[in-house]
C-alpha cells in the first residue's frame, strides 16, 4: 500500500500505527499458533506482503503497577519459510527516539537472508510513534515570537512540558523502563531470545537491555556506539571538529575537490572570525551563539555521505559570505517528538555533564559551546527521574557483539566503539571508511546479516576496502 494513495493510510504511518489487513497472514505460510490472539495481519508502508501487528499495555509507571496505562506499538515481519527460529532480529531505533516500526520496509527488503528462519520484531517505544507518543504542536504551542530564537524556544520547551501533563508523567520514560517494556513484549510473545540490531541512541538501549537481560540476548549489533558512561554532550563539539579536519584532508587529496576549494582550512577560519568580529561588541549570550546558522548547517551536513558531499562547498560559500543552506526551522515532524527526546535527554545525557569541563572540552572547534549549554537550559525545569545505580556503569559481557562505525561519523566516532570494546569478550569493531553516522549500504546490511545469521561470527568485512571515496559536489 502507498500512504500517499490514502489518507488513513498516511495518518497511520505518520503515528507508527499499522493498516489492517484483509489478506491472508504471510500471503500463505501457516498461521502462527503462538501468536494467535496476540497480532493480526495488517500492511504497513513500503512492503508489499501481509506484517503482523498488535499493541501490549503496559503500566506508565512499571514500579507501582497502578494508574495510566500505555499500548506500546507493535509490528513484527514474519519469516518467509516455515521454520522459523525462536530468537528474532529485534531493531532498536536511534534519533533520541524515533518509532522502530518506522524501518519496516528498510528491514524488510534488505535483510532477506536473516528473514528466511527469522521474524523482525518492531516496538514503538514508549513515546513515540503508536506508543504514547509525547508530541507537542509547535504551530500552536510556539507564539512568544516576540523573543528572540533561543528564548522562543525555552518558551516552546516550557509550553510543550505544561500540554504534555494530563497525558503522561515524563519521569517515566526513560531507557530503562522501555527496556523492561521491551522484556515485557518479548514474554509476552514467547520469546527466548533476541538478537538485538541497534542504531545510534538505540546502542545506549542495547546496553541497558543487555545489564537488565544477559540471558536473553543471542547476539548484538551496535552501528553508531553511543555511550553510557562518557559524557557525549559535551564531546560532540570535538568529534564534530574531527570529522570536519578528516573531510578536509579528503578533499585536499582529492584533486578535483582541491582544484575546485584549495584553501578550505583558510575559508574555515574566515568564516569563524567574521563571526567572531561581528559579536565583539554584543553581549557574552550572542557571542557565544554567533553564526549558530551556518554551524548547525554544517554539523548537519557532517552527519551523513550524502552531506559530506557539500560540505566544501558550503565552507567556501560561507567565506563568501553566502546564506547556510536550510537556514531556518526545519520542515515537516520533529525527528523524535519532543517530550520522549527530552525525557531521555534530561535525565541521562545531561544529567552527568560538567560544567566546568565544557569550556576545554569545546575550544577551538566549530561548533563552540553554545550548544551544550543550551540543552542544559531546556533542561531548567523539565522532570526528570533518578537513574538506576548501575546505569553508566561497565559491565563484562559474553553476548558476541559487532561494533560498526563510520569513519567521518562527527556523533558517535570510532573511539565510541572501541571503549565498549572492552565490555564484551567476544566483540568485533569496524571502523568503516567513507562513512558517517549510521549510514548503511549492502555492505554494511550484508556484514549484519552474516553475523546475526551466524550467532556472532566476525563477519567478513572484505566490502568495505571497495567502498568508493567520496564525490565531492562543485556546484549547488
Not at 578528516?246 to 567574521?274: I, Q, W
Not at 546505569?391 to 559487532?402: C, D, E, G, K, N
Request: with cysteine.
Amino acid at each position: 500500500m502507498d500512504a500517499r494513495s490514502c489518507v488513513s493510510a498516511a495518518l497511520g504511518v505518520a503515528l507508527g500505527i499499522a493498516i489492517p489487513s484483509s489478506h491472508a497472514v504471510g500471503q500463505g505460510r501457516p498461521q502462527r499458533p503462538e501468536l494467535a490472539g496476540k497480532l493480526t495481519a495488517c500492511r504497513v508502508a513500503g512492503l508489499e506482503e501481509d506484517v503482523l501487528c498488535g499493541r501490549r499495555e503496559v503500566y506508565e509507571d512499571r514500579t507501582a503497577r497502578n494508574g495510566r496505562k500505555i499500548g506500546l506499538n507493535i509490528v513484527v515481519l514474519p519469516a518467509t519459510t516455515d521454520s522459523v527460529l525462536d530468537d528474532p532480529l529485534v531493531f532498536l531505533a536511534g534519533g533520541g527516539v524515533v518509532p522502530a516500526t518506522r524501518y519496516a520496509r528498510f528491514l524488510g527488503t534488505t535483510m532477506l537472508e536473516l528473514r528466511r528462519h527469522r521474524d523482525i520484531v518492531l516496538v514503538d517505544q514508549r513515546g513515540t510513534g503508536g506508543s504514547n507518543p509525547l508530541v507537542c504542536d509547535r504551530a500552536t504551542l510556539d507564539t512568544a515570537t516576540s523573543l528572540p530564537p533561543d528564548e522562543r524556544y525555552l518558551a516552546y520547551i516550557a509550553a510543550c512540558r505544561k500540554s504534555l501533563e494530563s497525558r503522561a508523567d515524563v519521569r517515566f520514560y526513560t531507557t530503562s523502563v522501555a527496556m523492561d517494556d521491551l522484556d515485557d513484549v518479548r514474554a509476552w510473545l514467547g520469546l527466548s531470545t533476541l538478537n538485538l540490531y541497534a542504531a545510534s541512541y538505540g546502542t545506549s538501549a542495547v546496553t541497558t537491555y543487555i545489564r537488565r537481560y544477559p540471558s536473553r540476548v543471542r547476539t548484538v549489533v551496535m552501528h553508531g556506539v553511543v555511550p553510557v558512561d562518557l559524557p557525549m554532550q559535551v564531546d560532540l563539539a570535538r568529534s564534530a571538529q574531527q570529522s570536519l579536519n578528516r573531510v578536509f584532508e579528503l578533499c585536499a587529496a582529492d584533486s578535483t575537490c582541491n582544484g575546485r576549494f584549495p584553501g578550505l582550512r583558510a575559508d574555515m577560519s574566515k568564516v569563524l572570525a567574521r563571526f567572531d568580529n561581528a559579536a565583539a561588541s554584543t553581549g557574552a549570550a550572542q557571542r557565544r551563539n554567533a553564526g549558530q546558522p551556518f554551524r548547525e548547517a554544517l554539523n548537519s551536513a557532517l552527519s551523513s555521505v550524502q552531506g559530506i558531499r557539500s560540505v566544501p562547498l558550503l565552507v567556501h560559500d560561507a567565506a563568501l559570505g553566502g546564506p547556510p543552506p536550510g537556514d531556518g526551522p526545519p520542515a515537516g515532524p520533529e525527528p523524535a517528538p519532543l517530550g520522549v527526546r527530552l525525557a531521555l535527554l534530561c535525565s541521562e545525557g545531561l544529567s552527568a555533564v560538567d560544567t566546568s569541563t565544557i569550556n576545554t572540552a569545546t575550544r577551538a572547534t566549530f561548533l563552540g559551546e553554545f550548544p551544550v549549554r543550551f540543552q542544559l537550559r531546556w533542561c531548567d525545569g523539565w522532570p526528570t527521574a533518578p537513574l538506576p545505580p548501575d546505569f553508566r556503569a561497565p559491565f563484562r559481557s559474553t553476548v558476541p557483539a559487532l561494533l560498526l562505525t563510520g569513519e567521518l561519523d562527527p556523533i558517535t566516532p570510532p573511539r565510541y566503539a572501541e571503549h565498549l570494546q572492552t565490555w564484551f569478550t567476544d566483540a568485533t569493531a569496524l571502523t568503516m571508511p567513507f562513512r558517517s553516522h549510521a549510514d548503511t549500504d549492502p555492505c554494511v546490511t550484508s556484514m549484519i546479516e552474516a553475523f546475526v545469521v551466524s550467532g556472532g561470527k566476525a563477519p567478513d568485512a572484505s566490502c568495505l576496502a571497495k567502498t568508493p571515496p567520496i564525490r565531492f559536489a562543485e556546484t549547488r
